[in-house]
T-cell receptor, first 111, second 113 residues
Framework: DTAVSQTPKYLVTQMGNDKSIKCEQN?????MYWYKQDSKKFLKIMFS???????INETVPNRFSPKSPDKAHLNLHINSLELGDSAVYFC??????????FGPGTRLTVT | SQQGEEDPQALSIQEGENATMNCSYK?????LQWYRQNSGRGLVHLIL?????REKHSGRLRVTLDTSKKSSSLLITASRAADTASYFC?????????????FGKGTMLLVSP
């Protein structure tokens, strides 16, 4: 069974479109995260939710909006996509302050 | 701001050799973690070392932590071609109520058969 899953794996879209990426974890963890990994492999935290409550919101454009319908799901909606949004987006989950479990990533390409 | 900095950026060795990667960070931490990322995949947790620990082992992995120098090293012994991946250190800073990992830029390790 996949511990942290993301859909879609690849997403190619045009500038100005709105898209969503979904994430689900079956580990029973309380905390979920979204990271962005750029072309140089630098991984940066975007958001973190604990029990459906937003606890970390790094400096991210307002066009990015996370939504957590329950503690097993954390979705990422992006409005008005820009070229600079092209990256790989990773979802992760953890329990307490220990290791994080990552999903396989969603490669977003904005043309 | 970026916390961890790995060194070297890239490392190329032969199978059977040892690989050492270093990580430096800037602020006080609760723990430091090492992750591996195979090409096109998500990150996989390797090992966690707490701020009051100096050394930790897991299989062929050995991690050291020097909080006075704000640095850590990851040693992979008897490397295999399957160890080829990028390795990241991540620090969990003191003061955050929840796990807030800050990742370095990673070391790309290539192990040739």
């Amino acid at each position: 069974d996949t511990a942290v899953s993301q859909t879609p794996k690849y997403l190619v879209t045009q500038m100005g479109n709105d898209k969503s990426i979904k994430c689900e974890q079956n580990l029973g963890h309380d905390t979920m995260y979204w990271y962005k990994q750029d072309s140089k492999k630098f991984l940066k935290i975007m958001f973190s939710y604990n029990n459906k409550e937003l606890i970390i919101n790094e400096t991210v454009p307002n066009r990015f909006s996370p939504k957590s319908p329950d503690k097993a799901h954390l979705n990422l909606h992006i409005n008005s996509l820009e070229l600079g949004d092209s990256a790989v987006y990773f979802c992760a989950s953890s329990q307490d302050t220990y290791e994080q479990y990552f999903g396989p990533g969603t490669r977003l390409t904005v043309t | 701001s970026q916390q961890g900095e790995e060194d070297p950026q890239a490392l190329s060795i032969q199978e059977g050799e040892n690989a050492t990667m270093n990580c430096s960070y800037k602020t006080s931490i609760n723990n430091l973690q090492w992750y591996r990322q195979n090409s096109g995949r998500g990150l996989v947790h390797l090992i966690l070392i707490r701020s009051n620990e100096r050394e930790k082992h897991s299989g062929r992995l050995r991690v050291t932590l020097d909080t006075s120098k704000k640095s850590s090293s990851l040693l992979i012994t008897a490397s295999r071609a399957a160890d080829t991946a990028s390795y990241f250190c991540a620090t969990d800073a003191i003061g955050s109520g929840y796990s807030t990992l800050t990742f370095g830029k990673g070391t790309m390790l290539l192990v040739s058969p």
